[in-house]
């Protein structure tokens, strides 16, 4: 099978690639393969037609030859046919000639040169191993008589709806008819036919109701009887015998109707808003050019202005104005009026917090200003710096301004001096470590402040915190000569209590009538005498220890002497008692022994007052007696009490005397005397917390540190 490869971009004149390949037929003939969708056809393809084939193809008169072999021409536009060639497909096929002899010459020339210059490549060799099917003859044949039967039919006009009997007997005479041998092919050319002409025949009535529907829509638009508020009804009788509203079927006429009412109402209303929004627009300008009208200007004050405004009482089209319209135009306007006023007087606080927060960024700068110059320090005083701060003119411009007030932002600035002294104090700490300076409690506060200065490394560093970490240099320093002191004490108190020691362990043991001279002779080689390295110190030991000696002597004499008196006392009593009866000596003891424990009671009274006035701290409620009665009435109650003792019978006297009531007194006085403490303590409690000013102080500030962010 020959093949005929890479002419179908060269017939055609073109460069661009294309999937459809000229190929022939074992039989001389020409067929066209597409790559892409593996279709084989005898009729070339657009892609490849010249323009001659082109022209040809949009040629209404086509070519068709009997079965006999006889050519007659057909024009699928006006559905005639001729044996003979029509003068307009002679001029065509004249052009194709012409044009196919030139493209065979373009064709030989290239294939001469291709041949002098390269040999055959093997991609001829690898496409005829692909080469499609071609259509034989006979299908070619089938398919021109089958186009020519339907062609035939068209020409009669067979209806979709005749029968094959009837169109046999139409377009049984015709040649055409007997091109299909076999009368099935023709029937089902002529069912083909008929399934086409029912399409186009439903077209044609679709078409054709379309048409009628659009004439009766025009005619309810363009008639001038039609308004929006019309009735079906009224329509049915005022079109009744219209041929327009005839050709419409009736379920369709009532929606075309509504239709048409419904775009007439959404067009009326469109004019009628288009003319409020031209009036409104109107009294907008005449709004706006009145002077008086202002934001704050009242409809009813308005009226009174537009009645002698010579633009809208000169306006002929606005006389007629509906007053909502006006009122609509008036509100728009006056709030435009309130935007516009709102918007200057947001510029005015824009304006005036800028103008804030300039002046406390100035006031932030003349602190600076003052701490630079060393006049504020972490322990700065409020008082102490208002003459300075009070002078400066950026201190007016803080007045009156809301917000913090000049001494909040004082005390901010102060309060963060005192944050740096952490910091701060350790950079000090290193300038002292290097400069080599020892700080003890005779170090004056002077030299360490000019050991500091003297660094270049102090130049941020704040006057207040130089001088609370020189304070809390000199404490740790006064702490430890404290512990210095208490260390020496203890030293020396061991010493001490060695050298008593040994007076008191000595063989034979000091007496206090021993002079010094004597006892210094005879320890001085012992090693507690030797550590006391001061003589006033071993004196003022050994005098100590003479008086210790008195002290214990004492005790001992007082006993004794009370011991002789009660054996004396006791051998008076024996003496009385055998010289009077026994019950007498009974009662007479007993009225002894109340004597003497009221004397006690007495005792005890008298010593309790005396401490009383000793205790130093002052008693905020008195005794509970001196609170109810004084002390003159205090001595004649118990002068009372002594007659009505005496007089009571001895039972109740012992029971008076009973240890268990002597105590009460004492006890109600302690306890007397430990409310004043109690008191005290309440008093304490009730005292301000500082820890509460603290909380407050902190709060001040970071509100004042918030202000200053948001300033920045």
Request: proline share 4%; charged share 40%.
């Amino acid at each position: 099978m020959a093949s005929n490869l890479g002419t179908a971009n060269q017939e055609g004149g073109g460069s661009e690639k294309t999937p459809w390949q000229e190929h022939t037929a074992p039989d001389g003939r020409k067929y066209y393969y597409n790559t892409e969708t593996k279709v084989s056809s005898w009729t070339k393809p657009d892609e490849l037609k010249t323009a001659a084939e082109q022209s040809l193809a949009s040629c209404p008169w086509k070519e068709y030859k009997t079965e006999q072999g006889r050519s007659y021409y057909y024009n699928s536009e006006t559905k005639e046919s001729s044996w003979v060639c029509p003068p307009e497909l002679q001029t065509v096929l004249e052009n194709q000639t012409q044009s196919e002899s030139s493209a065979q010459v373009a064709v030989e020339t290239e294939a001469v040169k291709k041949t002098e210059t390269s040999s055959t490549t093997p991609v001829a060799a690898a496409n005829e191993k692909q080469e499609p099917a071609a259509p034989s003859k006979v299908d070619r044949d089938r398919e021109i008589a089958r186009e020519a039967l339907k062609e035939l039919l068209r020409e009669k006009n067979i209806s979709s709806t005749a029968s094959w009997e009837y169109a046999s007997r139409q377009i049984g005479a015709d040649a055409r008819f007997h091109l299909l041998k076999r009368s099935n092919e023709r029937k089902q050319v002529f069912n083909e036919y008929k399934a086409q002409k029912g399409r186009e025949e439903r077209d044609l009535q679709r078409q054709k109701a379309r048409e009628s529907r659009e004439a009766f829509r025009n005619l309810l638009e363009n008639n001038e009887k039609v308004y929006p508020d019309m009735r079906w009804r009224h329509c049915c009788e005022l079109f009744g015998d219209h041929a327009a509203f005839k050709a419409v079927h009736m379920s369709e006429r009532r929606e075309i109707f509504d239709d048409v009412i419904y775009q007439l109402g959404r067009k009326e209303k469109a004019e009628e808003q288009e003319k409020r929004d031209r009036h409104q627009k109107t009294m907008k300008e005449i709004y706006a050019g009145m002077k008086g009208v202002t934001y704050k200007t009242t409809w009813a004050k308005c009226l009174e202005m537009l009645d002698t405004n010579a633009d809208f009482t000169d306006d002929d089209s606005l006389q007629g104005l509906d007053k909502e319209d006006a009122l609509v135009a008036f509100e728009e306007h006056i709030r435009q009026l309130e935007r516009e006023h709102d918007d200057l007087m947001h510029e005015a606080r824009v304006k005036a917090k800028r103008q804030e927060r300039y002046n406390r960024q100035a006031f932030m700068e003349l602190l600076d200003e003052l701490h630079k110059s060393g006049k504020i320090s972490s322990l700065s005083m409020w008082v102490d710096l208002y003459s300075d701060i009070s002078a400066d003119p950026r201190y007016d411009a803080m007045l009156g301004q809301p917000g913090s007030s000049p001494l909040d932002f004082f005390k901010l600035y102060v309060a963060d001096l005192k944050d740096r002294l952490h910091d701060e104090k350790k950079l000090i700490k290193e300038i002292v470590k290097d400069a080599g300076l020892q700080i003890d409690i005779d170090t004056p506060f002077e030299e360490f402040e000019a050991t500091i200065l003297a660094d270049d490394r102090s130049v941020p560093l704040d006057k207040g915190n130089i001088k609370l970490t020189f304070k809390s240099f000199h404490e740790k320093a006064e702490a430890r000569e404290k512990e210095r002191l208490k260390l020496e004490e203890r030293k020396f108190r061991k010493r001490e209590a060695a050298f008593k020691e040994m007076l008191k362990n000595s063989d034979p043991p000091i007496t206090k009538s021993v002079s010094w001279e004597l006892v210094r002779l005879r320890f001085e080689n012992e090693d507690a005498f030797r550590d006391v390295s001061e003589e006033a110190e071993r004196l003022f030991m050994f005098k100590e220890f003479i008086k210790t000696l008195e002290d214990d002597d004492e005790p001992k004499e007082k006993e004794g002497e009370k011991e002789k008196a009660r054996r004396s006392h006791k051998k008076k009593r024996r003496k009385r008692s055998r010289s009077r009866s026994p019950s007498q000596s009974r009662s007479r003891s007993r009225s002894a022994s109340e004597s003497a424990s009221d004397a006690d009671r007495k005792e005890k009274r008298r010593r309790s007052r005396k401490r009383d006035r000793r205790s130093p701290s002052p008693s905020p409620l008195p005794p509970r007696r001196s609170r109810d009665r004084s002390p003159s009435s205090d001595s004649a109650a118990d002068k009372e009490s002594k007659k009505k003792k005496h007089k009571k019978k001895s039972k109740k006297k012992r029971r008076h005397s009973s240890p268990s009531a002597s105590p009460e007194p004492s006890s109600k006085k302690r306890s007397k005397k430990s409310k004043p403490g109690s008191e005290a303590t309440s008093e304490q409690a009730s005292l301000p917390n500082s820890s509460e000013d603290e909380a407050e102080l902190q709060m001040r500030r970071e509100q004042l540190l918030r202000q200053l962010q948001q300033d920045q």
